[in-house]
């Protein structure tokens, strides 16, 4: 079984930083794109930053200049550097990942159980 688990989140005031970090563990052969959602209380879990097996990133127009994603290929980990904080970015923030399974090398669609970013004005 693979999962993903993050860190990270808190409470911030408006212009703060934050980074949010997610490892995936169990038996994995190689993770194909990562990347991080958001999902706001009443609204839709929305893409915020991915990043892919290359190292090809792609950003919500929302936090382009902002956020940065990265990932650390060794350890399984994707991180986002988050600055200049608004509180229009208070979300709940979710990892993904493609994971493929070893030794079986099937695919798998993970998620992470999410992590709170509160910023405050």
């Known amino acids: 079984q693979v999962q993903l688990k993050e860190s990270g989140g808190g409470l911030v005031q408006a212009g703060g930083s934050l980074r949010l970090s997610c490892a995936a563990s169990?038996?994995?052969?190689?993770?194909?794109?990562m990347g991080w959602y958001r999902q706001a209380p009443g609204k839709q879990r929305d893409l915020v930053a991915s990043i892919t097996s290359r190292g090809n990133t792609n950003y919500a127009d929302s936090v382009k200049g902002r956020f940065t994603i990265s990932r650390d290929y060794a350890k399984n980990t994707v991180f986002l550097q988050m600055n200049s904080l608004k509180p229009e970015d208070t979300a709940v923030y979710f990892c993904h990942a493609q994971i493929i399974l070893f030794p079986s090398y099937v695919e798998t669609s993970t998620w992470g159980q999410g992590t709170q970013v509160t910023v405050s004005s």
């Open positions: 169990g038996s994995i052969s190689h993770i194909n794109d």
